[in-house]
């Protein structure tokens, strides 16, 4: 029940922050911060809800999402 709950909150914030495309932010930015979330969930749902898997999904999303959205 718990990894439903995450992944439905994940795809909401996802399709919320993917929507701002009028944000004064930088491609790399904005990778940046939709990897991070993305991440974080990812990390939570995988790790078990732990917190070192939560902060190391972020991180890891981060970096992928600023580097992706470097090369855009």
Do not use: D
């Amino acid at each position: 029940m718990k990894r439903l709950i995450a992944i439905a909150l994940s795809a909401g914030a996802l399709v919320t922050v993917s929507a701002c495309g009028n944000i004064p932010l930088s491609n790399q930015t904005q990778g940046a911060a939709i990897g991070a979330a993305a991440g974080g969930v990812a990390g939570h749902v995988l790790g078990g809800g732990s917190t070192l898997g939560t902060v190391g999904g972020a991180v890891a999303g981060g970096v992928i999402g600023s580097e992706v959205g470097k090369r855009q």
